[in-house]
């Protein structure tokens, strides 16, 4: 069965710093990673996602993750934080093939701010 | 832009009382499905619907829990007999493939009292 484990709940960067969110799945074959984003009290927005080809994906309002089969890693970067992104992220893997599709999620990381 | 919408956003109900929550998936998505979150808590699958029949269900979708697509537009998930530990938030989400992303409403939040 797949899982993902995000190491951390949460992380408060400076408007403008740099941001990395760590992702780490365990599946037996290449999955597809998805990163999804939820602001306080809204739904899942989904930022990008990873199926196949280019390991560097980009998504959206500047967010961008790399697929490193090695590490079972896809971390989402974000070179400039806006206060915007102050939010909970979440990253989630799905099953290639099979009869159905289900994701199967992260505990998050609550993302603060600071100006 | 296409989107998922459920109804009602907020639902309160007393414990043991039967609740529908609904859910309108993007009209050309074939493949449907249930999610909650308990509060503080990560996003969990419940079940997945294709073909007007269940495709996978998780441990949580026990028999009190059931799913039905009544009129071709409507994705309901009914709850018999709730229960405190019920209380979440529900997600439903649709996709148009088999393995495609899969788009998300904005969620019912269910306080059972």
């Known amino acids: 069965a797949q899982s993902v484990t995000q190491p951390d709940i949460h992380i408060t960067v400076s408007e403008g710093a740099s941001l990395e969110l760590r992702c780490n799945y365990s599946?037996?074959?290449?999955?597809?990673l998805f990163w999804y984003v939820q602001s306080p009290g809204q739904g899942l927005q989904l930022l990008l996602k990873?199926?196949?080809?280019?390991?560097l994906v980009q998504g959206i309002k500047g967010f961008e993750a790399e697929f490193k089969r090695s590490q079972s890693s896809f971390n989402l970067r974000k070179p400039s934080v806006h206060w915007s992104d102050a939010a909970e992220y979440f990253c989630a893997v799905g099953a290639r093939g099979g009869s159905n599709y289900k994701l199967t999620f992260g505990k998050g990381t609550l993302l603060t701010v600071n100006p | 832009e296409p989107e998922v919408t459920q109804t009602p956003s907020h639902q309160v109900t007393q414990m043991g009382q039967e609740v529908i929550l609904r859910c309108v998936p993007i009209?050309?998505?074939?493949?449907f499905y249930w999610y909650r979150q308990i509060l503080g808590q990560k996003v969990e699958f419940l079940v997945s619907f294709y073909n007007n029949e269940i495709s996978e269900k998780s441990e949580i979708f026990d028999d009190q829990f059931s799913v039905e697509r009544p009129d071709g537009s409507n994705f309901t998930l009914k709850i018999r007999s709730t229960k405190l530990e019920d209380s979440a938030m529900y997600f439903c989400?649709?996709?148009?493939?088999?393995?495609?992303?899969?788009?998300f409403g904005q969620g019912t939040r269910l306080t059972v009292v």
């Open positions: 989400a649709s996709s148009s493939l088999k393995n495609t992303e899969a788009f």
């Open positions: 009209s050309n998505h074939l493949y």
């Open positions: 990873y199926f196949s080809g280019d390991t």
């Open positions: 599946y037996g074959a290449t999955p597809y």
